[in-house]
């Protein structure tokens, strides 16, 4: 069974770093990609960013390029979202998706249950 828990949401102040692990398991992880995607209370989903099967690709939305940093370990089968200079508009439910394929056109079949991430004063 595919499983994508998400951790280490919480209140936290704007600016500064946190990261954001996803500890897949259930399937191959070195053989997919994965992304992170987005739900802003009261708002659609937001697809944030992607890396490829073996973390040596990764592509971002223009709402978080140069903020917010996405890798895997595939020797401990996890996923990272590292937020830097985190802003309110951040404020969201943050999703680990697995995809279909190594890389190549988007195809989600897996999602976690997200952890939210609230940015306060």
């Known amino acids: 069974e595919v499983q994508l828990p998400e951790s280490g949401g919480g209140l936290v102040q704007p600016g500064g770093s946190l990261r954001l692990p996803c500890a897949a398991s259930?399937?191959?992880?070195?053989?997919?990609?994965m992304s992170w995607v987005r739900q802003a209370p009261g708002k659609g989903l937001e697809w944030v960013s992607r890396?490829?099967?073996?973390?040596?690709?990764?592509t971002y939305a223009d709402s978080v390029k140069g903020r917010f940093s996405i890798s895997r370990d595939t020797a401990k089968n996890t996923l990272y979202l590292q937020m830097n200079s985190r802003k309110a508009e951040d404020t969201a439910v943050y999703y680990c998706?697995?995809?279909?394929?190594?890389?190549?056109?988007?195809?989600?079949?897996?999602w976690g249950k997200g952890t939210l991430v609230t940015v306060s004063s």
């Open positions: 259930g399937f191959i992880f070195s053989n997919y990609a």
């Open positions: 998706v697995k995809d279909r394929t190594p890389w190549g056109p988007l195809y989600f079949d897996y």
């Open positions: 890396i490829n099967n073996l973390g040596e690709s990764t």
